[in-house]
């Protein structure tokens, strides 16, 4: 069981209110993704909710029993932290075993959940080595073994992979997405990287100022955005927004293309723009290009192998099931 | 940058650095070593030729000799345990966020400004005064007959002294490896169920232990040396005299140089076994 409910919760540091009043469910075993700019409240938010800040106004209940004034450890929480916070003088089985020491359990279990955390999480043959001796992968995964033998009623993860290099960072993705099909445990993961956001999670939510802009599920996002916030956030690359007469024929402030939803041709088009930069991914490429009315660059997805070059002129068409329309708050248009 | 010329440039200006530490070292203790052989009575016929190991066996047969080392020992382990003890406490307190801090640390080091022979006299005539000390006003206040510190209590006196002088320095190490602390390890352990003392004990205090070693490491080099602190209060009696003091006695008091200096290479010989064992565990510690 781990679900865990905000009602209400504020928090304030001094006369700053980081978080406005803010309701939240997250149902039991789902994987939560806090996603938001760095400094939107997401990491205050989490540990909110490990109970490492007090919150100051409202409720946090988890399994239906209120927890706002239980300390940390009462919690049934596990945390991985961004440092990973490894304990660095003791071995790699101690640092697993010490949530279990201190909740003294007995040596037999102790050894028992050890070797299982170990051999799920591929640390066997590393369980009696420092911290200080282990690649940042590892460490990160004695992280999360010292949170999982507790089987806590839910896991919080505050931005675990930021410290790993980009290829590392891929595989501890999935490893992790994996464990929580294995283990079918609440997780709630705060990130600024909206591709860690899509890929891991069944509900994101999405911040901004201590504000939740928008919950749902990636797909949910990613088609109807509920605002320009979260329209432009959620997507790589981001995507296009044009103001001006071209968003007024379409009764709308401001209307939004993603970059994958517009077709480049050579000959005819809507649109018509000159090449700037064009990155290429070998599988992809992405354009940059200049001189579109209300929108300068507008980047557009094309093949791996289209033939453009810097200066060329391009014509655009988008496709009109995919334009998304703002009002002038920012607000969507249905 | 390493050229010829430039070495050598580099050789000569160093020179000069080099030859006064040789000398400053070599020469003092080239004379000790000199003087330990022979009989030399300054005011009894001055140099009177070679001896052999006399004085070493003089110094070491003599009665005053083992207590000297056992009060040497004393003072050193009461102070170390003190300011260590202390040291630690103080440095989590100063570490904690509050208003003035930087006042309070500042005055928090302030004794150690001080040099040893004045604090030891504010302590023997201010504080530690059976007549008008303010421990005898406080004694008094609290109808207790007051103590003569430096008779009575001598020994505990010594160590309360030099700690007072040594803790700003424990003090001021430790608070530096408390601060380097990653506060998210602590956290961690509050979310793993320990309770605050069990954070202590299993994250703070192996965090400080390379810290505790270095402050008892230099620590012990320096109080194995004391001696204004004893001239000032005591002047080595009541059971306060430690080897180096009893080597002053030997030459100063008794005119013996001769002996003086083998009680001095026995005092080097100490320290160095004291340094090497200190060291080698340093050395294990700072491995990891």
Not at chain 1, 98 to 121: C, N
Not at chain 2, 38 to 56: A, I
Not at chain 2, 62 to 74: C, G, N
Not at chain 2, 156 to 178: D, G
Request: contains cysteine.
């Amino acid at each position: 069981m781990g679900q865990i409910q905000l009602k209400q919760v504020t928090k304030s540091f001094g006369d700053v209110q980081v978080i406005p009043p803010l309701d939240l469910t997250i149902e039991d075993g789902e994987f939560t993704v806090f996603v938001g700019p760095s400094g939107c409240g997401k990491s205050t938010l989490l540990r909110l909710i490990a109970g490492l800040e007090d919150i100051t106004t409202g409720h946090i209940e988890i399994d239906g029993t209120d927890a706002t004034a239980l300390v940390p450890a009462k919690r049934g929480l596990a945390m991985v932290f961004q440092s990973y916070a490894l304990y660095p003088h003791m071995t790699v089985r101690k640092n697993i075993a010490f949530p279990l020491r201190m909740a003294k359990m007995d040596q037999a279990e102790i050894d028992k959940r050890v070797e299982g955390a170990a051999s799920v999480l591929n640390l066997t043959d590393y369980l009696d080595r420092r911290p200080g001796q282990l690649s940042g992968g590892q460490r990160q995964r004695v992280a999360i073994g010292r949170a999982i033998v507790r089987e806590p009623s839910a896991f919080l993860f505050d931005e675990p992979l930021s410290n790993l290099d980009a290829a590392l960072r891929v595989g501890m993705r999935m490893e992790i997405s994996e464990l929580h099909k294995k283990l079918d445990t609440t997780m709630i993961y705060v990130t600024h990287d909206q591709v860690e956001a899509m890929t891991m999670a069944d509900k994101i939510v999405v911040l901004q100022a201590g504000v939740i802009e928008q919950v749902g599920s990636p797909l949910e996002l990613y088609r109807n955005p509920r605002n320009i916030f979260v329209a432009g956030f959620i997507g790589s690359p981001r995507m296009n927004f044009i103001e001006g007469p071209e968003a007024a024929s379409h009764n709308a402030h401001t209307i939004g293309i993603r970059p994958e939803h517009i077709e480049v041709s050579t000959t005819a088009g809507h649109w018509e723009g000159t090449v700037g930069v064009a990155e290429r991914l070998g599988s992809d490429t992405f354009i940059h290009i200049h001189g579109v009315p209300g929108c300068d660059p507008m980047t557009v997805r094309a093949g791996g192998d289209v033939a453009v070059k810097h200066g060329d002129t391009v014509y655009l068409t988008p496709d009109a099931t995919q334009i998304h329309k703002f009002d002038a708050e920012g607000l969507r248009i249905a | 940058m390493a050229t010829k010329a430039s070495r050598s440039a580099a050789r000569l200006m160093m020179a000069p650095a080099v030859v006064l530490l040789l000398g400053w070292m070599l020469v003092p203790l080239i004379m000790t070593l000199w003087f330990s052989f022979r009989t030399y009575l300054p005011l009894r016929g001055g140099d009177q030729g070679w001896t052999g190991f006399d004085n070493y066996v003089r110094f070491v047969t003599s009665s005053a000799f083992w207590p000297a080392v056992q009060t040497t020992l004393i003072i050193v382990v009461g102070v170390l345990i003190i300011t260590v003890v202390l040291g630690v406490l103080l440095a989590m307190l100063l570490d904690q966020p509050m208003w003035g801090q930087g006042v309070v640390r500042i005055l928090v080091i302030a004794p150690f400004f001080v040099m040893p022979t004045v604090s030891a006299l504010v302590w023997k005539n201010m504080f530690m005064d059976p007549v008008n000390g303010l421990f005898a006003h406080l004694w008094r206040f609290f109808g207790a007959e007051p103590i003569s510190w430096l008779s009575d209590a001598a020994m505990p006196s010594i160590i309360m002294i030099v700690s007072w002088q040594w803790l700003p320095f424990a003090t001021l190490i430790l608070l530096t490896a408390i601060q380097s602390l990653d506060s998210e390890q602590l956290e961690a352990a509050e979310m793993d169920g320990a309770p605050k003392l069990k954070q202590f004990y299993y994250i703070i205090l192996p965090h400080l232990g390379r810290a505790i070693t270095i402050v008892i490491l230099i620590q012990t080099i320096f109080l194995l040396a004391i001696f204004a602190e004893i001239f000032v209060t005591t002047g080595g009696a009541f059971g306060t005299r430690t080897l180096s003091y009893l080597i002053f006695q030997r030459v100063l008091e008794s005119q013996n140089v001769g002996l003086g200096s083998a009680g001095g290479v026995y005092a080097i010989i100490l320290a160095n076994i004291v340094a090497i064992f200190l060291m080698r565990i340093v050395g294990k510690n700072l491995d990891n």
